[in-house]
């Protein structure tokens, strides 16, 4: 069993955020989904654009450290949805009791010195506007120098956050599949 912080992306905690979770649990793992948005739900990428840059990102990551801090001592699997996955990255590199990350369509920047030897799941569409192949090419290569065991799936013709079915982007078949796989990590944590 593993101790989950869940992050939802920038159009808040939706409810395939909750089913997300909820998956998790089924398979026995505790997880905790903080609301970094004040319960604001959005359905358009330029909504979620304008909450995400109202709050700022700095004040978004001091509430995930805040929702992990409770949890850090325990050995926390940090996993996320876009920008939550931005977050969850930043967060489980600086934690030295990490159990795992897990990436759901979005990754983040990391510094040159960065170090960790987590286990790193990612899975992104292929291609992915918001995840550009330079890009995710360049983060493999970094999260590998800085120690982290990383795989990456990558679901051609999939729209960017794939597992949402309540949005366009859902592809019922990639979602499938990328859950089977995370599932599976999940549980090797």
């Not at 398979?27 to 905790?32: P, Q, T, W």
């Not at 995930?64 to 876009?82: I, K, M, N, R, W």
């Amino acid at each position: 069993m593993a101790l989950i912080l869940l992050l939802h992306s920038m159009y808040g905690l939706r409810p395939a955020v909750h089913a997300a979770a909820d998956r998790m649990r089924a398979a026995g793992h505790d997880v905790h989904v903080p609301d970094l948005y004040d319960g604001r739900v959005v359905d358009d990428a330029e909504a979620g654009i304008e909450i995400k840059d109202e709050i700022g990102r700095d004040e978004l990551l001091r509430r995930a450290v805040a929702a992990a801090a409770p949890h850090t001592d325990q050995g926390l699997v940090y996993a996320g949805f876009s920008l939550g996955g931005a977050l969850a990255q930043t967060l489980a590199l600086a934690d030295g009791k990490a159990r795992g990350l897990l990436l759901m369509h979005g990754t983040s920047d990391l510094a040159e010195d960065a170090s960790t030897e987590i286990p790193v799941q990612l899975h992104v569409a292929d291609p992915d506007t918001w995840e550009p192949d330079d890009w995710l090419n360049a983060w493999y290569l970094r999260m590998r120098r800085a120690g982290a065991d990383v795989e990456v799936f990558r679901y051609r013709g999939a729209g960017h956050l794939f597992t949402d079915p309540d949005l366009p982007d859902h592809d019922a078949e990639s979602a499938e599949r990328a859950w089977s796989i995370a599932m599976d990590f999940l549980a090797d944590l």
